[in-house]
């Protein structure tokens, strides 16, 4: 069993950054960000392997990074340029197979205000 711990959201304005950071108990493969606005269903963000290798939806190609330490077991999201419409519940995820996990996070928030 894994767990995950997040940090790092915060109410931000419309391109303003945040850095959410997520924190394993163990070594795994795979680590995912997922968000969830209210009334949406929850969505992929982006993905990274323990080999570095980096996977992103659209919506964060060229805002969003994705990084993780190893040695730290902690994956962090680097979001630039922020947006209203990034307003969600921001879920850590990890796993075998990255976009799959097997264990989550239990969130931290997001806003971004115009």
């Known amino acids: 069993q894994v767990q995950l711990g997040e940090s790092g959201g915060g109410s931000v304005q419309t391109g303003g950054s945040l850095r959410l950071s997520c924190e394993a108990s163990?070594?795994?493969?795979?680590m995912d960000w997922f968000r969830q606005a209210p009334g949406s269903e929850r969505e992929w963000v982006a993905s990274?392997?323990?080999?570095?290798?980096?996977t992103y939806a659209d919506s964060a190609k060229g805002r969003f990074t994705i990084s993780r330490d190893n040695a730290k077991n902690t994956v962090y999201l680097q979001m630039n340029t922020l947006k209203p419409e990034d307003t969600a519940m921001y879920y850590c995820?990890?796993?075998?197979?990255?976009?799959?996990?097997?264990?989550w996070g239990q969130g931290t928030q997001v806003t971004v205000s115009s």
């Open positions: 990274i392997n323990i080999f570095g290798g980096r």
């Open positions: 163990g070594s795994i493969r795979c």
């Open positions: 995820a990890a796993g075998l197979n990255c976009a799959s996990p097997t264990y």
